[in-house]
């Protein structure tokens, strides 16, 4: 009740044209003012100039607080840089009130002792002084001169700049501060290349579905970074990471299906030039092209030919299936930066991928850093990035964790009941007319592990009984394509069958097959790195392995006579990419992974990227 009759005589305050602000939670009390500048700092008075910002004129000025010696709001309209307001506390907040509602396009700031330390903060607008709407997020540059942030004009009378603490404490300290009119002009200019520090690791696109995306990248230092998007060229949309930190991935929500977007990254002072990707089609799109390849992640140099090729726009598809040993030797935060994140920048900017892990990733703490690298979508009742499905336009895609089937998971991370439950109901509720599935250790394989008989023992039955058209895996090092398979045995002439495919070809040492080729084997090579271009196109998929020189190696063709009715955008895995929120960082400590440290070699030879033995019962070699 008492608020309630606060907010009704705040009302009436503004009514009255008097600036009534209801702070959501009282700021902290100062215990002291906050450190005078040096004395070189405050004698460097000016008067403000700004750019890129028509300046409105401020009526009245109103803040969350004050030090208690003089630097009240006002100072941030008196032109001189040398006065300012300091508000004490995270989330102290200065409003500027233009008297009258009018077109407003961002905020011009110059920050005190803003050479020296970086501040968080937030520009929101309000018509009524009370209810504020966010239009902005960032950190200061490091500089006294005022600062322009712009964002999509709008209609509002107030603007707030709320400080969340700066880099050195928790004041929020402002000389002056502008709001800029709408001059119509067009929006933010579009970067072409990367300026500012570097970013540590490049944006990478994650969990993207047919309205939603996400942008991933990692800071060299703490911040709230931000990432300008929008269809087409456009980038006059911003969305800002959710918390501090150095791990990043920052949601872009409101998309629509099959469409290009543009975006840039702004973090902590770094600018990437402009990016574009496309979202996931929906159901009445007949066509999608992606690739697939497994045992890539060697930063060596059959993974940098492959990817040479792959990364061209012309190669890339619409995204990429990795089906595991993505990251040589243990799946460590270091082998995934220089083994997986580094050579495949150029095309995972651009490229969605959609990973399976496999039995490198889990020598460290059972797939740990995996996770924590990737933002996938936990669509399953355990809610694990471990396994997960999607869809994206004809296609159903379903990723499995066999690691956790073959025992190489501990029952508290992963169980074959719980996956197996959850990929009957998952394949018994998509209406998509071609279904692939894809996971590391192979089904059906006269490679050097043989087959997993175990996977296919548990999930074959599950294959069959719901229509899957093709399994994707790799962890033997080669190609193999198998004959339409059903059971323990090729299909008979004509029945239905699966065609199961290896390609753990994508950039770790090859290896020679143990033994002859089997009667159920369609194709194998080990003689070529390469990785796997499929089209589906209505009633046809068309799968080719393409070798770094660009070359056809083997080609696989299905076909299927589609339902008339096109299927509608329904069910979890359809419409949503429930991706859980990543790692989450001390926003005073540095993660431990950015400690100094040499470069990981490349893993080139068959002994790095050799396999620890695995349950012997499990596996069959049947070559013949
Ligand atoms: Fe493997």
Same mark, same amino acid.
């Given at each position: 009740?008492?608020?309630?009759?606060?907010?009704?005589?705040?009302?009436?305050?503004?009514?009255?044209?008097?600036?009534?602000?209801?702070?959501?939670?009282?700021?902290?009390?100062?215990?002291?003012?906050?450190?005078?500048?040096?004395?070189?700092?405050?004698?460097?008075?000016?008067?403000?100039?700004?750019?890129?910002?028509?300046?409105?004129?401020? %009526?009245?000025?109103?803040?969350? =607080? *004050? +030090?208690?010696?003089? &630097?009240?709001?006002?100072? #941030?309209? @008196?032109?001189?840089? /040398?006065?300012?307001?300091?508000?004490?506390?995270?989330?102290?907040?200065?409003?500027?009130?233009?008297?009258?509602?009018?077109?407003?396009?961002?905020?011009?700031?110059?920050?005190?002792?803003?050479?020296?330390?970086?501040?968080?903060?937030?520009?929101?607008?309000?018509?009524?002084?009370?209810?504020?709407?966010?239009?902005?997020?960032?950190?200061?540059?490091?500089?006294?001169?005022?600062?322009?942030?712009?964002?999509?004009?709008?209609?509002?009378?107030?603007?707030?700049?709320?400080?969340?603490?700066?880099?050195?404490?928790?004041?929020?300290?402002? %000389?002056?501060?502008?709001?800029? =009119? *709408? +001059?119509?002009?067009? &929006?933010?200019?579009?970067? #072409?290349? @990367?300026?500012?520090? /570097?970013?540590?690791?490049?944006?990478?696109?994650?969990?993207?579905?047919?309205?939603?995306?996400?942008?991933?990248?990692?800071?060299?230092?703490?911040?709230?970074?931000?990432?300008?998007?929008?269809?087409?060229?456009?980038?006059?949309?911003?969305?800002?990471?959710?918390?501090?930190?150095?791990?990043?991935?920052?949601?872009?929500?409101?998309?629509?299906?099959?469409?290009?977007?543009?975006?840039?990254?702004?973090?902590?002072?770094?600018?990437?030039?402009?990016?574009?990707?496309?979202?996931?089609?929906?159901?009445?799109?007949?066509?999608?092209?992606?690739?697939?390849?497994?045992?890539? =992640?060697?930063?060596?140099?059959?993974?940098?030919?492959?990817?040479?090729?792959?990364?061209?726009?012309?190669?890339?598809?619409?995204?990429?299936?990795?089906?595991?040993?993505?990251?040589?030797?243990?799946?460590?935060?270091?082998?995934?930066?220089?083994?997986?994140?580094?050579?495949?920048?150029?095309?995972?900017?651009?490229?969605?991928?959609?990973?399976?892990?496999?039995?490198?990733?889990?020598?460290?703490?059972?797939?740990?850093?995996?996770?924590?690298?990737?933002?996938?979508?936990?669509?399953?009742?355990?809610?694990?990035?471990?396994?997960?499905?999607?869809?994206?336009?004809?296609?159903?895609?379903?990723?499995?964790?066999?690691?956790?089937?073959?025992?190489?998971?501990?029952?508290?991370?992963?169980?074959?009941?719980?996956?197996?439950?959850?990929?009957?109901?998952?394949?018994?509720?998509?209406?998509?007319?071609?279904?692939?599935?894809?996971?590391?250790?192979?089904?059906?394989?006269?490679?050097?592990?043989?087959?997993?008989?175990?996977?296919?023992?548990?999930?074959?039955?599950?294959?069959?009984?719901?229509?899957?058209?093709?399994?994707?895996?790799?962890?033997?090092?080669?190609?193999?394509?198998?004959?339409?398979?059903?059971?323990?045995?090729?299909?008979?002439?004509?029945?239905?069958?699966?065609?199961?495919?290896?390609?753990?070809?994508?950039?770790?040492?090859?290896?020679?097959?143990?033994?002859?080729?089997?009667?159920?084997?369609?194709?194998?090579?080990?003689?070529?790195?390469?990785?796997?271009?499929?089209?589906?196109?209505?009633?046809?998929?068309?799968?080719?392995?393409?070798?770094?020189?660009?070359?056809?190696?083997?080609?696989?063709?299905?076909?299927?006579?589609?339902?008339?009715?096109?299927?509608?955008?329904?069910?979890?895995?359809?419409?949503?990419?429930?991706?859980?929120?990543?790692?989450?960082?001390?926003?005073?400590?540095?993660?431990?992974?950015?400690?100094?440290?040499?470069?990981?070699?490349?893993?080139?030879?068959?002994?790095?990227?050799?396999?620890?033995?695995?349950?012997?019962?499990?596996?069959?070699?049947?070559?013949?």
């Amino acid at each position: 009740m008492h608020k309630r009759i606060l907010s009704s005589s705040c009302l009436v305050g503004a009514l009255l044209a008097t600036a009534c602000e209801v702070p959501s939670t009282p700021p902290p009390s100062p215990t002291v003012a906050e450190t005078p500048a040096p004395k070189e700092v405050l004698d460097t008075a000016a008067g403000l100039t700004v750019t890129n910002c028509r300046m409105l004129t401020t %009526a009245r000025t109103s803040a969350s =607080g *004050d +030090d208690g010696a003089g &630097s009240v709001a006002a100072n #941030t309209q @008196d032109d001189n840089l /040398a006065t300012r307001w300091s508000g004490p506390g995270k989330g102290a907040w200065l409003t500027m009130d233009l008297g009258t509602s009018q077109s407003l396009a961002g905020a011009a700031i110059a920050w005190h002792q803003g050479n020296t330390r970086q501040n968080h903060f937030v520009l929101s607008t309000s018509e009524d002084g009370t209810t504020f709407t966010q239009a902005y997020a960032a950190d200061s540059a490091l500089t006294t001169e005022a600062q322009t942030y712009r964002f999509t004009a709008r209609k509002a009378r107030y603007l707030r700049v709320t400080v969340n603490g700066n880099t050195v404490n928790d004041w929020a300290s402002i %000389a002056e501060s502008r709001i800029c =009119g *709408d +001059d119509a002009t067009p &929006s933010p200019t579009v970067p #072409t290349t @990367d300026s500012g520090a /570097a970013l540590p690791r490049l944006p990478y696109l994650q969990s993207v579905g047919p309205t939603s995306a996400l942008v991933a990248f990692r800071t060299g230092v703490s911040c709230t970074p931000f990432v300008r998007f929008g269809e087409g060229a456009d980038i006059s949309r911003t969305a800002t990471a959710t918390v501090a930190g150095w791990r990043h991935a920052v949601k872009l929500d409101g998309l629509l299906p099959g469409k290009t977007y543009s975006y840039v990254v702004e973090a902590c002072g770094s600018v990437t030039g402009v990016r574009q990707f496309q979202t996931a089609t929906g159901p009445e799109t007949t066509r999608v092209r992606f690739t697939a390849m497994g045992d890539f =992640g060697t930063g060596g140099t059959a993974q940098s030919q492959v990817l040479k090729l792959l990364a061209q726009p012309s190669r890339a598809g619409e995204f990429l299936l990795a089906l595991g040993d993505n990251a040589y030797e243990s799946g460590t935060e270091a082998d995934f930066q220089d083994h997986m994140f580094k050579p495949m920048a150029a095309l995972l900017r651009a490229t969605p991928i959609f990973p399976a892990p496999g039995n490198h990733e889990y020598v460290t703490n059972q797939g740990q850093p995996y996770l924590d690298n990737f933002y996938l979508p936990a669509n399953n009742t355990e809610k694990s990035e471990r396994y997960y499905s999607f869809d994206w336009g004809p296609v159903h895609f379903v990723s499995l964790d066999s690691n956790c089937v073959i025992g190489l998971a501990t029952s508290d991370r992963c169980t074959l009941a719980a996956q197996k439950s959850w990929l009957s109901q998952d394949l018994a509720a998509t209406k998509r007319p071609w279904k692939v599935v894809f996971f590391h250790h192979p089904t059906w394989s006269s490679g050097e592990h043989g087959s997993q008989l175990k996977m296919r023992r548990e999930f074959a039955p599950l294959f069959e009984q719901y229509g899957v058209d093709l399994v994707l895996t790799g962890h033997d090092h080669n190609y193999e394509r198998s004959k339409p398979m059903k059971g323990d045995a090729v299909a008979a002439s004509g029945t239905r069958g699966i065609v199961y495919m290896v390609v753990g070809s994508g950039g770790a040492s090859l290896r020679p097959f143990p033994g002859s080729q089997p009667s159920w084997t369609a194709f194998r090579d080990n003689t070529t790195a390469g990785y796997l271009d499929v089209t589906v196109d209505g009633g046809t998929l068309a799968a080719k392995l393409i070798t770094p020189s660009g070359a056809v190696r083997d080609s696989l063709t299905l076909t299927k006579t589609l339902p008339a009715a096109v299927p509608q955008m329904t069910g979890v895995s359809a419409m949503s990419m429930e991706t859980p929120p990543g790692p989450v960082d001390d926003p005073t400590r540095q993660p431990a992974y950015m400690r100094p440290r040499a470069p990981v070699p490349p893993a080139d030879t068959l002994e790095s990227v050799a396999d620890a033995p695995e349950p012997s019962d499990t596996i069959v070699r049947d070559q013949k």
